[in-house]
């Protein structure tokens, strides 16, 4: 393929027997884009099992050659008219519909849903295309395959056209066409069948040329979630891929759900014939910005004045294929761009059955092969958009232990509720647990934990600064490094809650979202405490020689004997 050329990505899809690996061995052979001696290979070999030669065989043969070292991908095969460039990509199930929904390959553009002339339209064929709707491709071809199995009837062509336009617009998803083929014949593939004089349109490869590029995503409002941060000598460059928008040095950013804002310093590469001064969507890079505070994986870069929403809370759309039901108040994992976090799903606002559109309001549960209208709660604020805005940033799988058994779009935030013991101030949070109480169980022996205090507290509100197991200064500051949030305390008042890079030391005691002391004495010390925090988080032994360098356990709290009758305790230490 040229690297000048355009590349359109289109997703092929289809109940099982209904001929797609017919049809997507049609199209390599017609566009001469199959591997040299490929097919003679596959006559070949049917010849030897004595089985008619088949199409379908044909993507046998680029598995064969990706076996010998040949970069061929077996899932994304590729083929090209003298137009353009294609990329397939060959989804054979709804596993591999959800797990690509964060991988990329829904980056797909356009699908080709193949439907079998004889059996005609099944439970699978609708949610499939359910799924394209939830993958927000809207530039769908019907393939009325195996049209030779009913002698090309004309009739029985627009029964089934008009049968699955009334399913697919309810989905707001209306097909470019309806292709009436035989894809083991070659008939309406590469060139017109005399067999369907009756069909007006184009055959398959003179139709998907026509197919429009979407738009220029890199004049979207910028997205660049975070992967990962890498430290090079003085330099921690913040890597990722830009899913929309554009970004150059200078620029000044926000980083949600912390809500910092800073400058883009630099724009790294790998060498120096890689260095550009402006990245845009598609893109993976390295940046560094001017202000040096704790960044993590899953929060997203956007520029000032077009921000993502920032809530514990949304409503979605989802389809479930586990091999458990989905219920309301379990624990799952929900995989958002590159934000993992755990959540609830906390209604089930109603159930849908994806082949009928049928649907029963206030369930309690969602079956395998179902859609659902549902609300998320998650356990910290997450960045994100509503899909209709951002695709990358607005869709979502369900992870329930260790399988992908979801996934879903974002339709609108909710309000953030439940956020548990903290301070806020518009957009900025600390998720505070200084009101912990800490106590011995003479029951069972063990150091316990009970949190006495789950009050929001805003500015202008007063504290209590003592309780049973923990003693606070009148005036102090606290240090919350995960969240980006710093709360100035005076007189036991909230003074002012602020961004973690607008902060300086005061010189008053500091303590961490936790209630313990951190070994801090004036600015140098602190902006190290906040450099050596960068990338410990995901590192057990790291985090623990930090916290001991720097956190003090006992000096504002300290254990006291009890009985575990006399609270409700949270959870043992």
């Known amino acids: 393929m040229s690297e000048n050329r355009e590349t359109l990505k289109i997703v092929v899809v289809g109940h099982v027997d209904h001929g797609k690996s017919t049809v997507i061995g049609r199209l390599l052979y017609d566009t001469n884009s199959l591997p040299e001696g490929a097919v003679e290979r596959v006559k070949r070999i049917s010849k030897e099992k004595g089985k008619p030669f088949e199409y379908a065989y044909l993507l ?29 990509i060959d989804a054979p199930g709804h596993k591999e519909f959800l797990k690509n929904m964060i991988s990329g390959a829904a980056s797909a553009e356009a699908a080709l849903l193949v439907i079998d002339a004889r059996e005609g339209i099944k439970e699978q064929s609708k949610r499939h295309g359910y799924i394209l709707s939830l993958l927000g491709i809207q530039k769908v071809y019907v393939i009325v395959n195996k049209m030779d199995l009913i002698d090309y009837s004309e009739e029985k062509y627009h029964a089934i056209k008009e049968e699955f336009n009334v399913f697919l617009n309810t989905l707001q998803v209306t097909p470019l066409d309806y292709i009436p083929i035989s894809a083991f014949y070659g008939e309406n593939i590469a060139s017109y069948s005399d067999k369907m004089p009756w069909y007006k349109g184009r055959p398959i490869l003179e139709a998907i040329d026509e197919i429009p590029k979407d738009k ?17 000598d003085s330099r921690r460059i913040i890597v990722g891929r830009i899913e929309a928008g554009t970004l150059k ?16 310093k630099t724009i790294e590469a790998w060498s120096p014939k890689d260095q550009a001064d402006v990245v845009t969507a598609g893109q993976s890079v390295g940046i560094t910005v001017e202000d040096e505070f704790f960044n993590k994986r899953g929060e997203i870069i956007s520029h000032k004045k077009a921000v993502p929403l920032v809530s514990n809370r949304f409503r979605a759309n989802i389809f479930w294929m586990g091999k458990n039901d989905l219920l ?33 309001e206030k369930a309690l549960r969602v079956k395998i092969n179902d859609v659902a209208e549902i609300i998320v709660e998650t356990k910290d604020r997450v960045a994100f958009d509503e899909f209709r805005h951002s695709k990358a940033t607005g869709r979502f799988v369900i992870v329930d232990g260790y399988d992908v058994a979801g996934g879903g779009i974002i339709s609108r935030a909710e309000e953030a509720v439940n956020l548990k013991g903290g301070f806020v101030k518009g957009d900025y949070y600390l998720n505070s647990r200084i009101f912990e109480e800490y106590y011995y169980s003479v029951q069972d022996n063990s150091i316990k934990n009970v949190q006495t205090d789950n009050k929001l507290y805003y500015v202008g509100d007063e504290i209590t600064t003592g309780g049973d197991t923990y003693a606070y200064p009148d005036s102090f500051d606290i240090i919350g490094i995960k969240d980006g949030v710093a709360v100035k305390i005076r007189n036991k008042t909230v003074e002012d ?48 020689e930090f916290s001991n360098q720097w956190f003090s356990l006992d000096q504002y709290k300290h254990i006291k004997f009890n009985e575990d009758s006399v609270y409700t305790i949270e959870y043992n230490i």
Do not use: C
Not at 343 to 360: P, Q
């Open 60 to 88: 046998d043969a680029f598995e064969e050659e990706q076996k010998q070292g040949i970069t061929i991908d077996t899932t994304q095969l590729q083929f090209f008219t003298p137009k353009r460039d294609y990329v397939i």
């Open 216 to 232: 220029d995503i890199s004049h979207n409002p910028l997205r660049f979630p975070i992967q990962d941060v890498y430290k090079f």
């Open 249 to 264: 040095a200078g620029d000044e950013i926000r980083i949600t759900p912390g809500n910092k804002t800073t400058r883009v």
């Open 328 to 360: 309301t108040n379990k624990k799952y994992k929900i995989k958002l761009a590159t934000t993992e976090v755990e959540a609830e799903v906390k209604s089930i606002l109603r159930v849908i059955d994806a082949s009928t559109l049928s649907g029963k």
């Open 497 to 544: 809650i602020l961004p973690l890079q607008e902060y300086t030391y005061s010189n008053l005691p500091l303590i961490n979202a936790r209630g313990f002391g951190i070994r801090v004495n004036n600015q140098e010390e602190f902006d190290r405490l906040i450099e050596e925090r960068d990338g410990k988080t995901d590192n057990i032994k790291k985090d623990v």
